[in-house]
């Protein structure tokens, strides 16, 4: 991680920072003479926030299944509903463990890598971070007595300590989201007097909070985290129904929330519709990118597949008019190309533009595999008799965490160079500071430790509920309010 | 008092109660650490565990709490802080995050092996993160964060006699405010060798933290001048308190009277906070940045004032709830098998 001020290419060059600039080869380049390293910034903030976002779905939608299942035990006096809680809420102590502290290394972060922006902006936008602080507080008293008061709480008070944590999570979400919103549009200062002066006046963090990139944001983000702790929860139990464990417990186990994320799926494709059409009104540049579209037209066609190379899709499908029909549902509406902006603010379109793609096309995927499921209860009151049924739900499960990670990819690479929509560029906002790769590079192992000893921990707190072959779950468990409770061994084996 | 002081000092009960609840949970995993071998170290550890598992991750918001009020509030401090000290922070960081994961990973598994792994994790993080945190302290409170953007230097902020004092107080500090924590529980628990094992231990940490106070005294005076002059000016009515209640608080434990013993040593590491803060006001950070410079817009002071005495609303009846139960063990772990109550297969 040398600093050394001449160019190894050339070492008699005088405009070395010029030179390191533009050079798009090794990084040890790029490090030379105390440049800001944004490419090592940019990659840590993904990795983190690729990282927790995938746990802090589980963390907004999977407290619902928990819930339900024991609402569903209480209810109907049902144990295997109420194991089913228990075990489960034993996964939620960990997702939730890890999703706080791999949330609050974020805040550390944006000061850290992006002071810049918080200098500048800390005080319009940061108003939901507090507020998502509140209810993150929330959800964490109240998981602490959730958990710890399982042999403590009268049933319904048990169940009811956890409905919060739900409501808690979501509101979570809701907050945290409209700030990113709000790095697509942004509001609540004086744009013109900031972009001539350099100098935020007229702060109205209200304004920031609900700007208009907000409800389709959070609609979709939400939803999306239902969708990836349903199909995700569904896939792993999935895989025992295929392994032949098909008792009441196991099944249950996958119905709860493979239902869940079917019945998002439909709801997610028609909000997904909103915001792509929201963009094309207020972010045209990134819808722009979305579609590989270059030239500003009427009667835009869309291309499903290919590759977009020198500024084109080849080898796609095009669709006559398809992308003015879905942007403006009119086929004669006009379309804005990338050709609007000069080319140095334009985002990367073969990633966004894949990414999109990745995205759309599982969620279709989804959408198909949720009607197929749709209509086998609708007729006959159960799953689908095909194996492939559950093949694919066990495929659903990371494919509906890869469309997460890709629609995420979509929409911050689609920002690009911005990290404040046409205010502020990322290369203003990041840290001078050296080093930034090394913290990277530490901070890959970390992750990578930390997401082999979840997946270690999670695998041995969900498993091992492996023999229920026989009739053995058909009987109460020992220690479940719903049976009167042993003096010997509550927690014991029969 | 103006609007940004008021909010300000709101932080500041942050500070104190992320320096005291987190910091009691981080001292349990120092005790953890040196609680011995997998044999004799088990009753400790079972006892660290119940103490600390409902309560932590409550605790650990007040540190979330701190960072976005500072964020919102003072934007102009927050980015120096964080950038200028990227170093102490991203290794706190990652402490934070290897404590919270590897506690929760060891009261979910049951086989020694990972438990071991997950709790030597657990432990060595609780120590090296309250380290960085000190030193991070000790690098705003010498003035030593440059404010202006500009070059950043990766270790001069930092490694200096200052934050070195501390970390290592903050080291200490937490060790001996766990001890208490911890003998309180373990003789409402009935164990008597626990019991007097953590007043050992606290009677022992009790001194290094004095010893290294004491030498502070030294290093501030030559090291830190502005903030010398105010812990002995302003904020000199704290830091005797503090020392006086850090005294009665070691007397009461060898004294066998834990609860008091406790309360005596949250009120030393609550008034040596508000001490450091009386010392350093108007600054936010010492000789370079004042509270009223680093404030952001007052709109959003307004706001964030009035969202947090909502949220207070909401949180505070759970959180006494959470609290109360706790401390008369109605949440009582019985998961001492591991299991959670769920009947192996």
Excluded at chain 1, 38 to 62: P, T
Excluded at chain 2, 322 to 343: I, K, Q, T, Y
Aim: aromatic content about 10%.
């Amino acid at each position: 991680m040398s600093a050394g001020t001449t160019c190894r290419l050339t070492p008699s060059c005088p405009n070395v920072s010029v030179c390191a600039r533009n050079y798009r080869g090794p990084v040890v380049l790029v490090l030379a003479a105390g440049q800001p390293d944004l490419e090592a910034a940019r990659q840590q903030m993904a990795l983190s926030l690729g990282w927790h976002i995938v746990i802090a779905c589980f963390g907004v939608g999977f407290p619902a299944l928990v819930v339900a299942a024991e609402a569903v035990g209480i209810r109907r006096r049902d144990p295997d509903a109420l194991r089913l809680a228990r075990r489960w809420s034993k996964v939620l102590a960990v997702l939730f463990a890890v999703g706080a502290v791999s949330g609050t290394i974020l805040s550390f972060e944006l000061g850290i890598l992006w002071p810049g922006l918080m200098r500048t902006f800390g005080d319009v936008w940061g108003l939901p971070f507090a507020i998502e602080g509140i209810a993150f507080f929330i959800e964490a008293i109240f998981v602490g007595i959730y958990l710890y008061g399982w042999d403590r709480l009268r049933p319904v008070v048990h169940l009811l300590t956890g409905v919060p944590i739900v409501v808690a999570g979501v509101a979570s979400a809701w907050f945290v989201v409209t700030a990113n919103a709000w790095m697509n549009q942004p509001r609540g200062f004086d744009v013109g007097h900031y972009l001539a002066t350099g100098e935020v006046v007229d702060v109205d963090p209200w304004a920031a909070m609900f700007n208009p990139a907000t409800p389709p944001q959070t609609t979709h983000m939400i939803l999306a985290a239902f969708m990836v702790a349903g199909f995700g929860t569904a896939a792993v139990h999935a895989v025992s129904l295929l392994r032949g464990r098909t008792g009441r417990y196991h099944r249950l186990a996958f119905l709860l929330p493979f239902t869940m994320a079917a019945y998002v799926t439909p709801i997610q494709i028609t909000v997904g519709d909103w915001a792509a059409r929201f963009l094309a009104d207020n972010q045209p540049v990134k819808l722009a990118a979305l579609e590989g579209l270059e030239k500003t037209q009427r009667g835009a066609p869309i291309t499903i597949g290919g590759i977009y190379v020198d500024g084109e899709v080849r080898y796609g499908l095009e669709v006559p008019r398809g992308l003015s029909l879905l942007a403006q549902h009119d086929p004669n509406a006009e379309v804005a190309g990338l050709e609007t902006v000069p080319e140095d603010e334009r985002p990367p379109v073969a990633v966004v533009r894949t990414a999109f793609q990745l995205m759309v096309l599982i969620g279709s995927g989804l959408l198909v595999l949720s009607a197929w499921f749709a209509v086998a209860w609708w007729r006959r009151r159960r799953l689908p008799a095909s194996r492939w049924f559950l093949r694919a739900a066990v495929l659903a499960g990371p494919a509906a965490a890869v469309a997460l990670e890709a629609g995420w990819v979509a929409t911050e690479v689609g920002r690009q160079p911005w990290i404040v929509y046409g205010v502020m560029r990322v290369s203003e906002a990041v840290t001078d500071a050296p080093g930034i790769r090394a913290g990277y590079y530490a901070l890959v192992g970390v992750y990578a430790a930390l997401t082999v000893a979840t997946v270690y921990v999670l695998r041995r707190v969900a498993g091992g509920g492996g023999s229920d072959s026989g009739d053995a779950w058909d009987q109460p468990p020992p220690g479940d309010d719903v049976v009167p409770r042993t003096e010997t061994g509550a927690t014991g084996p029969r | 008092m103006t609007l940004p002081e008021g909010v300000i000092a709101l932080m500041w009960v942050g500070v104190t109660l992320y320096a005291v609840f987190g910091g009691a949970d981080f001292g349990a995993g120092f005790w953890d650490l040196v609680a011995g071998g997998d044999r004799s170290g088990a009753g400790p550890r079972r006892l660290i565990e119940h103490s600390i598992g409902p309560v932590w991750e409550a605790n650990h918001v007040w540190l979330i709490f701190v960072l976005v009020v500072l964020w919102t509030g003072f934007p102009r401090a927050f980015a120096p802080i964080m950038s200028g000290l990227y170093v102490p922070l991203i290794a706190a960081g990652v402490g934070v995050i290897l404590r919270g994961a590897g506690f929760a990973f060891r009261k979910a598994v049951d086989d020694l092996g990972s438990r071991r792994l997950f709790g030597a994790t657990f432990a060595l993080s609780s120590v090296i993160t309250p380290f960085f945190f000190g030193a991070v302290a000790g690098a705003v409170a010498s003035g030593r964060v440059p404010v202006e953007p500009g070059a950043i230097e990766p270790f001069a902020p930092w490694v200096q006699p200052t934050s070195m004092l501390g970390g290592a107080l903050a080291v200490a500090t937490c060790a001996y405010l766990a001890a208490t924590f911890l003998a309180v529980d373990a003789w409402r628990q009935r164990q008597a060798p626990l019991v007097s094992r953590y007043r050992r231990c606290g009677l022992g940490s009790a001194v290094v933290a004095g010893l290294i106070a004491l030498g502070g005294i030294a290093i501030l005076r030559a090291d830190a001048p502005r903030l010398y002059d105010g812990l002995t000016g302003r904020g000199l009515p704290l830091v005797a308190a503090s020392a006086v209640a850090g005294l009665a608080s070691v007397v009461l434990l060898s004294r066998r009277r834990f609860g008091a013993a406790r309360a005596a040593a949250v009120a030393a590491v609550s008034s040596v906070v508000w001490g450091w803060a009386a010392a350093q006001y108007p600054d936010l950070i010492v000789g370079r940045l004042t509270i009223a410079e680093a404030a952001g817009s007052r709109a959003t002071l307004v706001a964030m004032v009035a969202s947090l005495a909502v949220g207070a609303l909401l949180f505070v009846p759970p959180l006494a709830a959470l609290l109360v139960m706790h401390a008369r063990g109605g949440l009582e772990a019985r998961e001492s098998d591991g299991n959670g109550g769920v009947p192996p297969p």
